[in-house]
Protein backbone atom coordinates (compact mmCIF):
# COMPACT_ATOMS: atom_id res chain seq x y z
CA UNK A 1 0.00 0.00 0.00
CA UNK A 2 0.81 3.53 0.06
CA UNK A 3 3.29 5.04 2.29
CA UNK A 4 4.46 8.11 3.45
CA UNK A 5 7.11 8.87 5.74
CA UNK A 6 7.27 12.05 8.02
CA UNK A 7 10.95 13.54 9.44
CA UNK A 8 11.68 14.18 12.03
CA UNK A 9 8.97 12.36 14.43
CA UNK A 10 9.82 14.94 17.12
CA UNK A 11 11.74 17.83 17.44
CA UNK A 12 12.75 20.40 20.15
CA UNK A 13 14.06 24.04 18.94
CA UNK A 14 14.77 27.24 20.97
CA UNK A 15 12.66 30.29 20.11
CA UNK A 16 13.84 31.97 17.50
CA UNK A 17 15.25 29.48 15.83
CA UNK A 18 13.74 27.57 11.92
CA UNK A 19 12.82 23.79 11.59
CA UNK A 20 12.01 22.07 8.89
CA UNK A 21 9.94 19.32 8.29
CA UNK A 22 10.20 16.54 5.57
CA UNK A 23 7.28 14.62 3.77
CA UNK A 24 8.23 11.48 0.98
CA UNK A 25 5.60 9.32 -0.54
CA UNK A 26 7.83 5.90 -0.83
CA UNK A 27 5.96 4.49 -3.20
CA UNK A 28 4.11 6.69 -5.48
CA UNK A 29 4.32 10.43 -7.37
CA UNK A 30 2.65 12.52 -5.12
CA UNK A 31 1.57 15.63 -7.26
CA UNK A 32 -0.42 17.19 -3.95
CA UNK A 33 0.29 16.92 -0.52
CA UNK A 34 -1.79 18.41 2.30
CA UNK A 35 -0.38 19.96 5.81
CA UNK A 36 -1.99 19.69 8.99
CA UNK A 37 -1.73 20.70 12.18
CA UNK A 38 -3.44 19.40 15.65
CA UNK A 39 -3.26 21.00 18.60
CA UNK A 40 -3.71 18.90 21.85
CA UNK A 41 -7.51 17.17 21.85
CA UNK A 42 -8.58 19.08 19.18
CA UNK A 43 -9.26 18.23 15.60
CA UNK A 44 -6.78 18.01 12.44
CA UNK A 45 -6.76 21.46 10.68
CA UNK A 46 -5.21 22.22 7.49
CA UNK A 47 -2.86 24.51 6.61
CA UNK A 48 -1.56 24.41 3.15
CA UNK A 49 -2.11 22.54 0.15
CA UNK A 50 1.28 21.94 -1.87
CA UNK A 51 1.26 21.09 -5.51
CA UNK A 52 4.32 19.72 -7.22
CA UNK A 53 6.18 22.70 -9.08
CA UNK A 54 4.08 25.55 -7.81
CA UNK A 55 3.29 27.85 -4.85
CA UNK A 56 1.31 26.17 -1.85
CA UNK A 57 -2.45 27.53 -1.10
CA UNK A 58 -2.41 28.25 2.42
CA UNK A 59 -5.84 28.11 4.59
CA UNK A 60 -7.30 31.63 6.28
CA UNK A 61 -5.35 32.02 8.86
CA UNK A 62 -2.16 30.49 8.37
CA UNK A 63 0.96 32.87 7.73
CA UNK A 64 2.60 31.77 4.58
CA UNK A 65 5.31 33.86 5.72
CA UNK A 66 5.89 31.41 8.97
CA UNK A 67 4.84 28.57 7.55
CA UNK A 68 7.05 28.04 4.47
CA UNK A 69 6.00 25.00 1.61
CA UNK A 70 8.20 23.44 -0.55
CA UNK A 71 7.00 20.85 -2.98
CA UNK A 72 10.19 20.45 -5.37
CA UNK A 73 9.97 16.61 -6.74
CA UNK A 74 6.79 14.52 -7.04
CA UNK A 75 8.00 12.43 -3.88
CA UNK A 76 8.94 15.41 -1.15
CA UNK A 77 7.18 18.02 0.12
CA UNK A 78 8.71 20.26 3.25
CA UNK A 79 7.48 22.38 5.92
CA UNK A 80 9.67 24.93 7.08
CA UNK A 81 8.44 26.96 10.44
CA UNK A 82 10.50 30.19 10.37
CA UNK A 83 11.18 32.23 13.85
CA UNK A 84 9.26 29.43 15.98
CA UNK A 85 7.41 30.46 18.89
CA UNK A 86 6.17 28.25 21.76
CA UNK A 87 2.51 28.35 20.73
CA UNK A 88 4.09 26.72 17.22
CA UNK A 89 4.62 24.18 19.46
CA UNK A 90 1.78 21.45 18.09
CA UNK A 91 1.74 18.30 16.17
CA UNK A 92 2.20 18.72 12.38
CA UNK A 93 1.43 15.70 9.88
CA UNK A 94 1.56 15.73 6.21
CA UNK A 95 -0.84 13.55 3.66
CA UNK A 96 -0.30 13.06 -0.19
CA UNK A 97 -2.64 11.83 -2.90
CA UNK A 98 -3.18 9.81 -4.99
CA UNK A 99 -2.72 7.28 -3.24
CA UNK A 100 -5.95 7.47 -1.49
CA UNK A 101 -5.45 9.92 1.34
CA UNK A 102 -2.60 8.51 3.41
CA UNK A 103 -1.27 10.31 6.17
CA UNK A 104 1.82 10.16 7.29
CA UNK A 105 3.24 9.68 11.21
CA UNK A 106 3.54 12.89 12.13
CA UNK A 107 5.97 15.39 13.66
CA UNK A 108 6.17 16.92 17.47
CA UNK A 109 7.08 20.28 17.28
CA UNK A 110 8.06 21.80 20.98
CA UNK A 111 9.43 25.00 20.93
CA UNK A 112 11.01 26.39 23.96
CA UNK B 1 -18.32 27.56 11.07
CA UNK B 2 -17.47 23.44 11.57
CA UNK B 3 -18.25 21.58 8.61
CA UNK B 4 -17.76 18.33 10.16
CA UNK B 5 -19.33 17.47 13.50
CA UNK B 6 -18.64 14.36 15.99
CA UNK B 7 -21.02 15.50 18.78
CA UNK B 8 -20.06 12.77 21.23
CA UNK B 9 -16.11 13.45 22.67
CA UNK B 10 -15.79 9.99 23.59
CA UNK B 11 -17.29 6.35 24.19
CA UNK B 12 -16.51 3.21 26.15
CA UNK B 13 -18.37 0.14 25.67
CA UNK B 14 -17.77 -3.78 26.69
CA UNK B 15 -15.28 -5.95 24.88
CA UNK B 16 -17.33 -7.99 22.15
CA UNK B 17 -20.15 -5.74 21.73
CA UNK B 18 -21.18 -2.79 19.48
CA UNK B 19 -19.57 0.48 18.81
CA UNK B 20 -21.22 2.93 16.89
CA UNK B 21 -19.46 6.44 16.26
CA UNK B 22 -21.38 9.25 14.75
CA UNK B 23 -21.13 11.97 12.28
CA UNK B 24 -22.78 14.83 10.92
CA UNK B 25 -22.00 17.32 8.03
CA UNK B 26 -23.44 20.06 6.41
CA UNK B 27 -21.53 20.77 3.35
CA UNK B 28 -23.66 19.05 0.68
CA UNK B 29 -21.01 19.30 -2.00
CA UNK B 30 -19.06 16.88 -0.01
CA UNK B 31 -19.35 13.43 -1.59
CA UNK B 32 -17.04 11.20 0.30
CA UNK B 33 -16.40 10.17 3.79
CA UNK B 34 -13.40 8.40 5.75
CA UNK B 35 -13.01 7.26 9.07
CA UNK B 36 -9.63 7.37 10.80
CA UNK B 37 -8.28 5.58 14.02
CA UNK B 38 -5.42 7.51 15.76
CA UNK B 39 -3.21 7.31 18.54
CA UNK B 40 -1.49 10.23 20.78
CA UNK B 41 1.48 11.59 18.63
CA UNK B 42 1.50 9.50 15.56
CA UNK B 43 -0.59 9.85 12.36
CA UNK B 44 -4.21 8.92 11.18
CA UNK B 45 -4.95 5.74 10.42
CA UNK B 46 -7.20 4.87 6.77
CA UNK B 47 -10.00 2.30 8.03
CA UNK B 48 -12.92 2.34 6.02
CA UNK B 49 -14.08 5.32 3.54
CA UNK B 50 -17.74 5.58 1.67
CA UNK B 51 -18.83 7.69 -1.36
CA UNK B 52 -22.15 9.29 -1.71
CA UNK B 53 -23.15 7.09 -4.17
CA UNK B 54 -23.27 4.40 -1.56
CA UNK B 55 -25.08 4.44 1.24
CA UNK B 56 -23.34 1.15 3.59
CA UNK B 57 -19.74 -0.29 2.90
CA UNK B 58 -18.10 -2.75 4.81
CA UNK B 59 -14.77 -3.72 5.45
CA UNK B 60 -14.34 -7.24 8.01
CA UNK B 61 -15.85 -5.77 11.82
CA UNK B 62 -16.15 -2.56 10.52
CA UNK B 63 -19.12 -0.94 8.32
CA UNK B 64 -20.04 2.98 7.74
CA UNK B 65 -23.44 3.70 7.06
CA UNK B 66 -24.19 6.83 5.10
CA UNK B 67 -27.16 8.72 5.38
CA UNK B 68 -27.31 11.80 2.38
CA UNK B 69 -30.49 12.99 3.32
CA UNK B 70 -29.72 13.53 6.96
CA UNK B 71 -25.99 14.39 6.29
CA UNK B 72 -25.12 11.99 8.93
CA UNK B 73 -22.56 8.91 8.60
CA UNK B 74 -22.12 6.66 10.88
CA UNK B 75 -18.73 3.73 12.26
CA UNK B 76 -20.19 0.13 13.65
CA UNK B 77 -17.87 -1.89 14.53
CA UNK B 78 -18.82 -5.61 15.43
CA UNK B 79 -17.38 -6.71 17.65
CA UNK B 80 -15.08 -4.17 19.47
CA UNK B 81 -11.99 -5.36 20.42
CA UNK B 82 -9.75 -3.98 23.27
CA UNK B 83 -7.26 -2.65 20.19
CA UNK B 84 -9.85 -0.93 18.78
CA UNK B 85 -9.50 1.84 21.90
CA UNK B 86 -8.25 4.92 20.51
CA UNK B 87 -9.59 8.34 18.55
CA UNK B 88 -11.91 7.85 15.64
CA UNK B 89 -12.03 10.72 13.18
CA UNK B 90 -14.59 10.99 10.74
CA UNK B 91 -13.69 13.26 7.19
CA UNK B 92 -15.20 14.49 4.39
CA UNK B 93 -14.13 15.75 0.53
CA UNK B 94 -14.98 16.58 -2.83
CA UNK B 95 -13.74 13.57 -4.49
CA UNK B 96 -15.70 14.28 -7.80
CA UNK B 97 -13.71 13.85 -10.48
CA UNK B 98 -10.52 12.82 -8.78
CA UNK B 99 -9.87 16.14 -7.50
CA UNK B 100 -7.36 16.74 -5.08
CA UNK B 101 -9.45 18.67 -2.43
CA UNK B 102 -8.65 18.67 1.26
CA UNK B 103 -10.20 16.47 4.09
CA UNK B 104 -11.96 18.31 6.61
CA UNK B 105 -11.89 16.59 9.79
CA UNK B 106 -14.27 16.35 12.77
CA UNK B 107 -13.29 16.99 16.47
CA UNK B 108 -12.76 13.00 17.01
CA UNK B 109 -14.27 10.53 18.98
CA UNK B 110 -12.55 8.65 22.22
CA UNK B 111 -13.62 5.08 21.98
CA UNK B 112 -12.80 3.02 25.36
CA UNK B 113 -13.52 -0.78 24.54
CA UNK B 114 -12.81 -2.56 28.57
CA UNK B 115 -11.84 -5.91 28.33
Known amino acids: GAVVSQHPSWVICKSGTSVKIECRSL??????MFWYRQFPKQSLMLMATSNEGSKATYEQGVEKDKFLINHASLTLSTLTVTSAHPEDSSFYICSARPQGYTFGSGTRLTVV | DQQVKQNSPSLSVQEGRISILNCDYTNSMFDYFLWYKKYPAEGPTFLIS?????DKNEDGRFTVFLNKSAKHLSLHIVPSQPGDSAVYFCAATIDSGGSNYKLTFGKGTLLTVNP
Open chain 2, 50 to 54: ISSIK
Open chain 1, 27 to 32: DFQATT
